[in-house]
């Protein structure tokens, strides 16, 4: 087995299976990896056969279902075992490859990938974990961002060891600060659960810096942000939706007149360069943390320099160890705090 | 007692009293308003002694202490009878005005006005309405925006309904559209609280969209959002936020060069029409809505220009009886619906 092999389900996602092969090449093109392609054979070889791959090398791994992006994930993984996605689990499993990647239906990456797999020990529940842009021009993790809507203050504190190791491997972050999102700074803050998630971090052995609130999200306050997942996820959704709804307004703005439009024209590097640090493609995917294998979670409108760049994530994570260090990191946080249920 | 008496309670703010009082003037200067000034006699006469109120009047009520913003809120309530805070609360209370304004001490506004004035029949709790720009070119109303941190079902549909009534008397939309705030649009999505809220909404006497998720809170996709309050008040400052990060990053780009900062002169006009539609000043304050009187709540770093704003709604919540209205509704709802706690 090689140390950089991949797996990716072609199929999953709104633009599969064109957007994910196109990445998929874009990343060959790049990177010394072996992908895992998994779905349709002939679908796969026709797209590749006007191509040559320069860096990397892949291979096909035949699966003839795929889940749907409203399927019900639950069903969908249990009834269609040669889809792509359980088929790139499978790979992951036996050995073939070391990370997942798929933009396919959330609930069934994470219910494929917990059934297959299974969580790690010391982990109560996965989460997923994403990278903020922030005003210090570096990357916060937020993390949960969408796994858990039900979460206690033991899974926030576990949280918060599993982000702390993704900066730290993947980031490249030292000793990276802790923040809980909270309604205020102040310590006695908040409603029950973070309340008594407080009293966790603070035992914890883990850098807190204490509560944060929403403004400290993109502020840099902290490298990590922990939260429950309903929190995280309508975080997640908002920070984009602002940021989507500000460049729509500029763009209709520019078009109102010709001293807009050449202003625009003049400032159109400087947009561009917005765009990119705010681009969710940027990073290409969110890891979902707390698993026995790797796995990264891919907007499901991912274009080809997501999934590009999600690979080039999922290299970082095998090379930098991350999840072993996961695993070392929950074992020793186990035995540092008692966190009764 | 005049139909349009406000008091102000002139020492709450960051930048009390000198923002609140430049603001009572821009405020008098405008509008037909009689505005009761809570605060130190000695210092208001000196504020104006060389102003003399064009359209509205004004008089003192003495108070001589004030609740700062980092004191404990009941605690200063309790301890500070005579504080700027209390006093414009008694005045209300005393039938001298009808609503009060303050950007002072969030938790201690609360605390106050529901001890004085108490909360309405068939209200659990009280809840802050804020007003979102909409890529409509609207305002949705966002509720609970911060006042209740952990929420029951029952208390969420009492929430929407109360933001239906201030969304159709002080913004002036009919039949407003009611969305829940969640990580899906789903029915069966989101953590305990939003699914039993949601069976709740459908039975509710409100025209129910459904589920809303981040990206909808400025996308205009309802008139009304509801959420809890520790959700709302994340949701609200990671808004403003990213709105700020933004405004940050393309002045510092405008800074560098000359090409931008020619492109940026000429694109003053659109920057500052985005600024106008963002900045939580346009609309000056919350309404905290289910007490027995009417409570604007203003930001804390509220500039005269807020303040001015959050007298003209105060006097369209007034003048449209938003407040008797909620009274009305409260109580159908309460009829209508079976809500076990």
Not at 36 to 53: D, K, N, Q
Request: net charge negative; aromatic share 6%; hydrophobic share 40%.
């Amino acid at each position: 087995m090689s140390p950089t092999s991949i797996a990716v389900d072609v199929m999953g996602g709104d633009d599969a299976p064109e957007s994910i092969l196109d990445g998929v090449k874009l990343a060959l093109d790049e990177y010394k990896v072996r992908l895992v392609l998994a779905g349709p054979e002939e679908l796969i070889r026709e797209s590749f056969s006007s191509y040559e791959a320069t860096t990397g090398s892949y291979e096909i791994r035949p699966a003839s279902e795929h889940i749907r992006m409203d399927e019900n994930p639950l069903q969908g993984v249990r009834k269609k075992k040669d889809s792509s996605l359980v088929q790139a689990a499978n790979s992951v499993k036996e050995g073939q490859t070391r990370v997942l990647i798929s933009a396919g239906n959330t609930g069934a990456v994470m219910a494929c990938t917990k059934i297959k797999w299974g969580v790690r020990e010391n982990v109560d529940r996965p989460a997923i974990a994403t990278h903020l842009p922030n005003r210090e021009g570096s990357y916060s993790i937020l993390i949960d961002s969408g796994a858990n809507v039900d979460c206690t203050a033991r899974q926030l504190l576990q949280f918060a060891m599993m982000g702390v190791v993704f900066s730290e491997t993947v980031t490249g972050i030292e000793n990276p600060s802790v923040g809980l999102l909270n309604v205020g700074t102040e310590v006695k803050k908040g409603n029950e659960l973070v309340q008594e998630a407080y009293e966790l971090f603070e035992q914890g052995p883990i850098n807190f810096h204490g509560n944060v609130e929403g403004s400290d999200v993109l502020g840099g306050t902290t490298d990590v942000i922990v939260c429950d997942g309903f929190v995280g996820n309508v975080a997640l959704k908002l920070s984009e939706g602002v940021a989507r709804t500000i460049f729509e307004f500029m763009k209709e703005q520019i078009d109102q007149s010709v001293r807009n439009k050449i202003g625009g024209w003049m400032l159109k590097p400087a947009f561009k360069q917005l765009k990119k640090i705010i681009d969710p493609a940027e990073y290409g995917g969110a890891p979902l943390l707390g698993l026995n294998e790797g796995c990264i979670i891919c907007h499901g409108s991912s274009s080809p320099k997501a999934i590009k760049n999600a690979v080039r994530q999922a290299m970082l994570f095998i090379e930098r160890d991350c999840n072993s260090e996961i695993g070392n990191r929950m074992n020793s946080l186990n035995e540092s705090v008692t966190i009764d249920e």
